[in-house]
Nanobody
Framework: VQLQASGGGLVEPGGSLRLSCTAS????????VGWFRQAPGLERDFIAA????????YYADSVKGRFTISRDDAKNSVYLQMYSLRPDDTAVYYC????????????????????WGKGTLVTVSS
């Protein structure tokens, strides 16, 4: 499977963006999917994950209540809706996928994921 993240851009503090992760070469319904981000000079951090079934979601504390992950298997895509953006949300955002052990499992570390897309840059600045 190939993954493509899109939807990044420049947004003012307090603004919103929706990122998309679109799969090709395979159906995204087969995979559990996660979002990560990496700011310059820092490690890649977990943001959010959704299970293959869609019944399970998990968020990093830093984004809980502000970001929402969802999936639309009919569109072969997973989304990250981001609200109340802050300057410290500035980073390159990546989506990743893996075949799960069970359909309700979510995964929260980079080493859990086999497939990665190229990132999309989100800049939060006034």
């Amino acid at each position: 499977v190939q993954l493509q993240a899109s939807g990044g851009g420049l947004v003012e503090p307090g603004g919103s963006l929706r990122l998309s992760c679109t799969a090709s070469g395979s159906t995204i319904s087969t995979y559990a999917v996660g979002w990560f981000r990496q700011a310059p000079g820092l490690e890649r951090d977990f943001i959010a994950a959704v299970s293959r079934s869609g019944s399970g979601t998990y968020y990093a504390d830093s984004v809980k209540g502000r970001f929402t992950i969802s999936r639309d298997d009919a569109k072969n895509s997973v989304y990250l809706q981001m609200y109340s953006l802050r300057p410290d949300d500035t980073a390159v955002y990546y989506c990743a996928a893996r075949t799960p052990g069970f359909t309700h499992y979510v995964y929260s570390t980079p080493r859990d994921y086999r497939y990665w897309g190229k990132g999309t840059l989100v800049t939060v600045s006034s």
